[in-house]
């Protein structure tokens, strides 16, 4: 190598290195990615120390502007031209529902209504209903007819009306609810410091309870040989032994299982309302001796009462349009015994179907296959 060579190495060695250059739109698009980060960053931080997010702010100027747009550019109306648009109609029927209302509301019956029924509708208990009607009802669900209004709470409990001298503890105290319920329900509307309720006011007492009056037909131990009930009425009759029963079991309609709009078994009702059609069959459920055949009071209508003998059963079918047995006669289960009506406290046609053990009553749906 020659000395040359050597030279202008060193010499290039002792020069210092020309810094590196980068073309400008690398040097922009770094810096923009920079302040994007702390952007983000920022807007991060600002949803999390105040919980809310600056999106939500976007509908309202947009809104804003295309208000401000619409303004603008608004056309003329003119009488003789036609628009087309969409009608909205009010509904002055509408139902709330439960939670939102906070005093009772009244409710006329139409035909085909049961208190089951508007129980559901209103997401409240039949007892409820009972409980705030009880000058219409007198606790008797099958009391119910076509144009009388009742009374529905906003929620389970008692409506109760305040009268002179009431005091909330003794209120509270005789229908087993806690005066703080009361006090804190909203649509009482009540200062807890200074509760002052003025008679004829309603109240909403929340989880309250009382006792039913009994409304069911009255059954009485008979003196028949074989025979341990008897029912006071026109349509009673004197039995005989000799009869031989079988326990209840069979469905009474040509439905089975079905109830449609009527009142299932709760404690305010002890019977099922059996699904039928005016005219249609009504079967004995089991056989037995007829120990009632005929009209009877207390909303039942045309009746028919079975003694099972030796089981200790008896069944009821009320409401009947016609009777097809006598008192005193003996059935056999699947027998039918009379028709489908709506005869007695009824607001359409169905049977009112009950099952009574030892003078207690059973769930028929207990006993039914």
């Known amino acids: 190598m020659s000395i040359f060579s050597r030279r202008e190495r060193s010499q290039t060695a002792d020069r210092p290195q020309k810094e590196r250059q980068y073309p400008a739109w690398i040097t922009a698009m770094t810096w923009t990615i920079a302040f994007m980060m702390v952007a983000l960053m920022g807007f991060s931080l600002y949803q999390y120390f105040t919980g809310r997010s600056l999106l939500a702010l976007l509908p309202r100027l947009s809104r804003t502007t295309a208000s401000a747009t619409s303004d603008s550019t608004m056309p003329e109306y003119s009488p003789g031209r036609s628009y087309l648009s969409v009608g909205r109609s009010a509904n002055p029927d509408t139902v709330l529902p439960v939670g939102v209302r906070q005093s009772a509301v009244e409710y006329e019956i139409t035909p085909g209504d049961s208190l089951f029924r508007i129980a559901e509708e209103y997401e409240v208990k039949p007892e409820s209903i009972m409980y705030a009607n009880y000058d219409v009802l007198q606790d008797n669900p099958h009391m119910i007819s076509v144009g009388i209004t009742l009374k529905i709470p906003p929620m389970d409990g008692i409506w109760y009306e305040w009268k002179e001298g009431d005091k909330l503890e003794e209120v509270a105290a005789s229908y087993k609810a806690n005066v703080e319920d009361i006090l804190m329900y909203p649509g009482n509307d009540l200062d807890i410091t200074n509760p002052v309720i003025e008679p004829g006011t309603y109240i909403m007492i929340p989880g309250g309870t009382r006792e039913l009056k009994p409304w069911v037909v009255p059954v009485e131990a008979g003196d028949n040989a074989g025979v341990t009930h008897k029912i006071d009425g026109p349509g009673s009759?004197?039995?005989?032994?000799?009869?031989?029963?079988?326990?209840?079991?069979?469905?009474?309609t040509p439905y089975y299982g079905q109830l449609g709009a009527g009142n299932d078994y709760y404690e305010g009702h002890r019977a099922i309302d059996a699904m039928c059609y005016e005219g249609d069959s009504i079967f004995a459920s089991g056989s037995g001796v007829v120990i009632y055949a005929g009209p009877i009071g207390g909303g039942y209508g045309n009746m028919v009462a079975i003694e099972h003998i030796g089981t200790g059963y008896m069944t009821l079918?009320?409401?009947?349009?016609?009777?097809?047995?006598?008192?005193?006669?003996?059935?056999?289960?699947?027998?039918?015994?009379?028709?489908?009506g709506s005869t007695g406290n009824s607001t359409?046609?169905?049977?009112?179907?009950?099952?009574?053990?030892?003078?207690?009553?059973?769930?028929?749906?207990?006993?039914?296959?």
């Open 237 to 252: 009759c004197p039995i005989t032994g000799g009869y031989n029963g079988s326990m209840p079991a069979i469905w009474p």
């Open 317 to 340: 079918y009320a409401h009947l349009s016609s009777i097809a047995v006598s008192c005193g006669s003996s059935v056999s289960g699947g027998q039918t015994i009379g028709y489908c």
């Open 348 to 369: 359409g046609a169905h049977l009112h179907f009950e099952v009574r053990k030892d003078g207690s009553f059973v769930n028929p749906w207990h006993v039914l296959q």
